[in-house]
C-alpha cells in the first residue's frame, strides 16, 4: 500500500541512476534514498541528481543513505550486482549475483520493509526468485523488470517496420528476460488490427518477423559491444513500472512474476504481461497460447528452473 511515495534504490551504477534521472524527469516521487558499498560515490549521486529539482517537474528529496532507510519505503529498487560483460549472457551472472541479491534483501528487511521490491539486476528472473525466497513477501510484492525492456525493444522495432508510433504497437516479450524468450506474434496488433492480419492481406511471410525477435536478443549484446552496457532504456522502464504502482493504474506491463500454474508451470519467475497496481502485481494475464508459442514458454521456463535448481537453491539454502 502506497504511503509516502518513497523509493530506495539499492545500487547506484548506470542502471540506478538512469532510473533515478528518469524519476527527476518524470515527477510523481516525494523522496529517493540511494544506498550503494561506493559511500563517496553514492554522495556525489544525491547531490548531482538534487542539482536538477529546480527545473523538474515536482519536488523530489534525493539523499545517499543506508539500509534503516527502508522500514518505511514504500519501494525498494534493486539494480546491484555484477554487470553483463562483452561476451556473457544474463545466466552467466546467476552465482556470482545470488549472493549479493542475498545478502541485499536480508538487510532490507532487517530494517522492518513492508513495501515492495522491484528487481532489475541480471539474471533478473533468478534474482527476483532470490528475493522472494529469502525476504518470504508475498509473490504479487517482488516484482522483476523480466520482459519489460525487451517489450518496449520489440515495440520499437515494429514501429520502425511499419512506420508507425511505437505507442500504437501492442506486443509483447514473454519468457526468460535473456536468450529462450520468444513473440507470440499471434496476440500483436497494430492498433486494433492483428499483425497477422495484416501479414495476410499483403501475402508476406510471417517468418520474416522473427528476424525483429532476434534483432531484439541481440540488442543488449549491440549496446554492451559498443558502449559496454545498457542503462537508459532499462532506466525509463524501471521508471515507468514505478509511476504504475504509485498511480495505482491497473496497467498491463510485461514483468516477472512467480507463476503458480498459469501457462502450465509455477515456482519460477517467469516475463509474462501482468496487472500491475498499488499491490503489485495484481493478476497475471493469461493469453491463448498456440503449440509452437506454449512449447517455446516451456523451453524458457525449463531453462530458468534448471538454473533456480542448480545454482540457486543451493547458495539461497546455504
Known amino acids: 500500500m502506497v504511503k509516502t511515495r518513497k523509493v530506495v534504490l539499492v545500487g547506484t551504477g548506470f542502471v540506478g541512476m538512469s532510473m533515478a534521472y528518469a524519476l527527476l524527469n518524470r515527477g510523481g516521487i516525494n523522496e529517493l534514498v ?54 556473457q549472457t544474463r545466466l552467466d551472472l546467476a552465482k556470482s549475483n545470488t549472493q549479493i541479491m542475498k545478502e541485499i534483501t536480508e538487510n532490507v528487511m532487517k530494517s522492518g520493509f513492508d513495501g515492495i521490491f522491484v528487481i532489475a539486476s541480471n539474471p533478473v528472473d533468478l534474482m527476483s526468485y532470490v528475493v522472494q525466497k529469502v525476504s518470504k513477501l508475498p509473490k504479487e510484492r517482488v516484482i522483476g523488470t523480466g520482459t519489460l525492456l525487451d517489450t518496449a525493444r520489440l515495440r520499437y522495432m515494429i514501429g520502425e517496420k511499419f512506420g508507425v508510433s511505437s505507442k500504437d504497437v501492442q506486443a509483447y516479450i514473454m519468457g526468460e528476460h535473456g536468450d529462450s524468450s520468444f513473440v507470440p506474434w499471434t496476440h500483436t496488433y497494430i492498433g486494433c488490427k492483428s499483425l497477422m492480419e495484416i501479414y495476410r492481406e499483403q501475402n508476406k511471410d510471417v517468418k520474416e518477423l522473427e528476424q525483429i525477435h532476434v534483432d531484439v536478443v541481440n540488442a543488449a549484446y549491440e549496446i554492451i559491444n559498443k558502449k559496454r552496457a545498457t542503462y537508459y532504456g532499462i532506466g525509463v522502464s524501471l521508471s515507468r513500472l514505478i509511476e504504475a504502482i504509485f498511480n495505482d493504474e491497473n496497467a498491463v506491463l510485461p ?64
Open 34 to 87: 540511494l544506498i550503494d558499498i561506493a559511500k563517496d560515490k553514492t554522495v556525489g549521486e544525491a547531490m548531482d541528481v538534487s542539482h536538477g529539482i529546480p527545473f523538474a517537474p515536482g519536488s523530489m528529496k534525493v539523499k545517499a543513505g543506508e539500509y534503516d532507510e527502508c522500514k518505511d519505503a514504500d519501494i525498494v529498487v534493486i539494480t546491484a550486482g555484477f554487470p553483463q560483460k562483452p561476451g
Open 255 to 318: 514483468v516477472s512474476t512467480l507463476l503458480n500454474g498459469e501457462y502450465g508451470n509455477k515456482d519460477i519467475y517467469i516475463g509474462v504481461p501482468a496487472i500491475i497496481n498499488k499491490n503489485g502485481v495484481k493478476e497475471i494475464i493469461q493469453l491463448e497460447l498456440n503449440k509452437e508459442e506454449q512449447e517455446k514458454f516451456n523451453n524458457s521456463a525449463n531453462t530458468l528452473k534448471h538454473m533456480a535448481e542448480t545454482e540457486i537453491n543451493p547458495i539461497i539454502n546455504g
